[in-house]
C-alpha cells in the first residue's frame, strides 16, 4: 500500500443546504445528476485538481451517504475525506468544515457542492493564486445582462455599469489564518466566504471562473447539468471526462536465449537455465510490464525512458527497471492499482516459483499487486522451439 502525502491546502465542499429552490425530493447535494448525485459529480471535480484534504459538510442523517460518494469520487485518495455535519447556514456550515481541517493545511479553498460542473482548473487557478501570496481569491465571471437597481416597489432606481460587476463562483481560497480569524469575528451572515474575508478588512482577488461552474439552484439548472453530462459522456467513452479516473495500459515483449551468464526472468535468477539476451538482462517479463505501467499512464513506453543510450540500464535487473517506472509515474501523479503478467515459454517452469516471482515483482512496484502467470503453446511458433520468452502484462494505474 501507498501511501498518500499529508497536503497543504484543503477543499470544504459545503453540501448541507435544503435545496429549496430546487425542490428536488431530498438536499439539494443529494439529487440524483446522472447515475450519481450532484455531490458525487462534484467530488469528481476536486479530486481531479490539487492533491487535497476534501472535507464534506452534510445535512445531519446524510453522513453515511456523502462518505459513499466521497469514498468513490476519490478512488485510491479515500484517505484524504472527512465527512462533517453542517450547520443552519451557508456560514455555520464552513465553519463546521473549517474546525475539521488538519493541521499541515495552510490554504484553503471552500466550494460549493452546488456548482457540480467546475473545472479542474478553476481550483488550480485559485490555489496558484493563494500562492503566489494573496489573502483571499475568488473565481469570477464577467456579468453578460445589464443590471438595474430597483426599490422595493419594483421601479427601477438606476443602471449599473456593467463593467464594474463581476459574478463571483467558487472554489473561493484562502490562507487558512486569514479564514479561520474572519470566521470567528464575523458578526454578519454573509452569503460567501470572500465576503466573510472582506468584511475583515481584506483585499480579495480574483481569477478567471468558468461558465461550467455555475450553481445549480432550479430545476431548469439541474435539467441543463444533466443535458451538458450526457452530451459529454456520448461523445467520449469515458462518462466521467472531468475526472482523471483509473486508466489500463498493455505491455508485450520478447527475448531470445542466447545471452551470457545465467538466466534472469521475472525479477528471479534462474541457475542452470539459458540466459536471454537483451540490452539489459533481457527479463521480458519485466519489461512488458514497464510498457504497460508506461502506457497505462500515457507516459510513453520503455525505449522513452530506458533507450540504449542508457548505460545505468545496460545489464540491469528486473528491479532497476521497476522502480524507475514507479518513480516516472509518481512524478506524474499516478499509482500502481495492480498489474497482471503471463509468460509463455517452454523453460523455465513457472510453477514453483511462480509466488516468489509474483513477491520479487511486486515489492519493486512499491507493494503493489502483481499476478504472474505462465503457459506454453503446444509446440508452436518460436516460443513452442525453445528459441526464446514472451511476456504479455496488462496493468491498472489509478489517480495517486
Ligand atoms: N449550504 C450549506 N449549509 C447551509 C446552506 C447551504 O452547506 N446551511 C451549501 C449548499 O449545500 C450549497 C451551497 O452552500 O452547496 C450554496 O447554497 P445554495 O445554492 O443556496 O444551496 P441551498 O441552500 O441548499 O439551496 P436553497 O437556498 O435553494 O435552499
Ligand atoms: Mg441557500
Request: proline share 5%.
Amino acid at each position: 500500500m501507498t501511501l498518500t502525502p499529508v497536503p497543504r491546502i484543503a477543499v470544504i465542499v459545503v453540501a448541507a443546504g435544503s435545496g429549496t429552490r430546487l425542490r428536488g425530493g431530498a438536499p439539494k447535494a443529494f439529487v440524483g445528476l446522472d447515475t450519481r448525485s450532484i455531490l458525487h459529480r462534484s467530488l469528481l471535480g476536486v479530486f481531479a485538481g490539487p492533491l487535497a484534504q476534501v472535507v464534506v459538510v452534510v445535512p445531519e442523517g446524510y453522513e453515511g451517504d456523502a462518505l459513499t460518494d466521497a469514498r468513490d469520487a476519490a478512488g485510491a485518495a479515500a484517505d484524504l475525506v472527512t465527512v462533517v455535519t453542517g450547520g443552519a447556514t451557508r456560514q455555520a456550515s464552513v465553519a463546521a468544515g473549517v474546525a475539521a481541517l488538519w493541521a499541515d493545511v495552510d490554504i484553503v479553498l471552500v466550494h460549493d457542492a452546488a456548482r457540480a460542473l467546475t473545472p479542474p482548473e478553476v481550483f488550480e487557478r485559485v490555489v496558484a493564486a493563494v500562492e503566489a501570496g494573496a489573502a483571499a481569491v475568488i473565481p469570477t465571471v464577467p456579468v453578460v445582462d445589464t443590471i438595474k437597481r430597483v426599490d422595493a416597489a419594483g421601479r427601477v432606481v438606476a443602471g449599473v455599469d456593467r463593467s464594474e460587476l463581476a459574478a463571483a463562483q467558487t472554489p473561493q481560497g484562502f490562507r487558512r489564518a486569514v479564514l479561520e480569524a474572519a470566521l470567528a469575528e464575523a458578526t454578519a451572515d454573509h452569503t460567501d466566504d470572500a465576503a466573510v474575508v472582506a468584511a475583515a478588512g481584506h483585499t480579495v482577488l480574483t481569477v478567471a471562473g468558468d461558465a461550467a461552474a455555475f450553481k445549480i439552484t432550479t430545476a431548469p439548472d439541474l435539467e441543463r447539468a444533466r443535458a451538458i453530462v450526457q452530451a459529454a459522456s456520448a461523445v467520449s467513452p469515458d462518462p466521467t471526462p472531468v475526472a482523471r479516473g483509473p486508466r489500463v495500459g498493455i505491455g508485450t515483449d520478447v527475448h531470445g536465449f542466447g545471452g551470457a551468464g545465467t538466466l534472469w526472468l521475472a525479477g528471479l535468477e534462474w541457475p542452470g537455465e539459458q540466459a536471454l539476451s537483451g540490452h539489459s538482462d533481457g527479463d521480458a517479463v519485466a519489461h512488458a510490464i514497464v510498457d504497460a505501467l508506461l502506457a497505462a499512464a500515457g507516459l510513453g513506453d520503455i525505449g522513452t525512458h530506458f533507450g540504449t543510450d542508457r548505460p545505468e540500464f545496460a545489464g540491469a535487473h528486473a528491479e532497476a527497471f521497476l522502480v524507475h517506472t514507479l518513480g516516472l509515474l509518481r512524478e506524474a501523479g499516478w499509482s500502481v492499482g495492480n498489474v497482471s503478467v503471463q509468460v509463455q515459454a517452454n523453460r523455465p517452469r513457472f510453477a514453483a516459483r511462480r509466488v516468489e516471482a509474483e513477491r520479487a515483482l511486486s515489492a519493486a512496484l512499491g507493494g503493489a499487486a502483481v499476478s504472474v502467470s505462465a503457459t506454453t503453446t503446444d509446440g508452436l511458433g518460436f516460443t513452442g522451439r525453445t528459441e526464446g520468452v514472451a511476456a504479455f502484462a496488462t496493468a491498472l494505474v489509478v489517480p495517486a
